[in-house]
């Protein structure tokens, strides 16, 4: 069974940075695709950044672009989502999120089935 535990996030001001953490267990998976979305309240729930395990090809939205990293440790089965520059609109649940075995990343959400918990992340001006 595939779990996903997300650590990271809390409070911070604007400019400030934050770094997410989403360890994978239960995974088989070599080829598979790591993301990270986010939904604030009355939101869509919006794709942000995500990464292949096999290559490291990255997408980020045209939001977090210069501002947002996604990176993977393959050894710890962990992928991270560096944050820096926050801004209030970045003010959300953040989730981490994984496929099963793919080439591509999913753009939807309904191409990741599995997920983490989810984190709030607060940016105050």
């Known amino acids: 069974q595939v779990h996903l535990v997300q650590s990271g996030g809390g409070s911070v001001q604007a400019g400030g940075s934050l770094r997410l953490s989403c360890a994978v267990s239960?995974?088989?998976?070599?080829?598979?695709?790591m993301g990270w979305f986010r939904q604030a309240p009355g939101k869509e729930r919006e794709r942000v950044a995500t990464?292949?395990?096999?290559?490291?090809?990255?997408y980020y939205a045209d939001s977090v672009k210069g501002r947002f990293t996604i990176s993977q440790d393959n050894a710890k089965n962990t992928v991270y989502l560096q944050m820096n520059s926050l801004a209030p609109e970045d003010t959300a649940v953040y989730y981490c999120?994984?496929?099963?075995?793919?080439?591509?990343?999913?753009?939807?959400?309904?191409?990741?089935?599995?997920w983490g918990q989810g984190t709030q992340v607060t940016v105050s001006s």
């Open positions: 990464i292949l395990s096999f290559g490291g090809s990255t």
């Open positions: 999120a994984a496929t099963g075995w793919v080439n591509v990343c999913p753009s939807a959400p309904s191409g990741f089935p599995y």
């Open positions: 239960g995974y088989t998976y070599r080829n598979k695709c």
